[in-house]
């Protein structure tokens, strides 16, 4: 999904006003020690999170049911995609407080590439195997490639070939 906000300047407003009282720019690290930012909002209203989504264009609502039967559900507004936190970020930035701000920054400056954070900051593949010079192929586009995962995949098409071949 492709962020695409509202043009209606007054509900960006009130949609920045309450994303500075209830949300939040959070960093997460990955297993592979990938340091990536998503957007959350939370309420207690799902009409107003549901408002909110429809302004900024994206995103995705989730709700999580309390065991304590007084508390009242919490729902959750979410957006992780690099490519649409960037271009929301951007029209936030002007009216968000100082602090934001600061994240808003932070997490403008972490490269992505298509839909994926920038690989180059990627320490491991997904396997886990370090990417160091010995381990590390470069394709013509400029991506990487684990040498690993690459015998591990040759190793997985010449069992399937002999095993087919036994079948026979
Ligand atoms: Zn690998």
Known sequence: MTISPSKDKV???WGVGLFEGKGCIAFITDKYGNKYPKL???S???DVLR???RIVGGGYISHKESANPNHKIAYRWQLQRGRDIQELLIIFMP???TRRKGKAREALAIKFKGNNWHS???IRCIRGHRFTRANTRIRSDGTRQCVACIQIRSRKS???KI???MEK
């Open 11 to 13: 509900m960006i407003a």
């Open 120 to 122: 180059k900051s990627k």
């Open 44 to 46: 207690t209203d799902e």
């Open 163 to 165: 095993t087919k071949n």
């Open 40 to 42: 959350i909002l939370v």
């Open 95 to 97: 009216m968000l407080g």
């Open 158 to 160: 010449y069992l399937k």
């Open 51 to 53: 408002r909110f989504r």
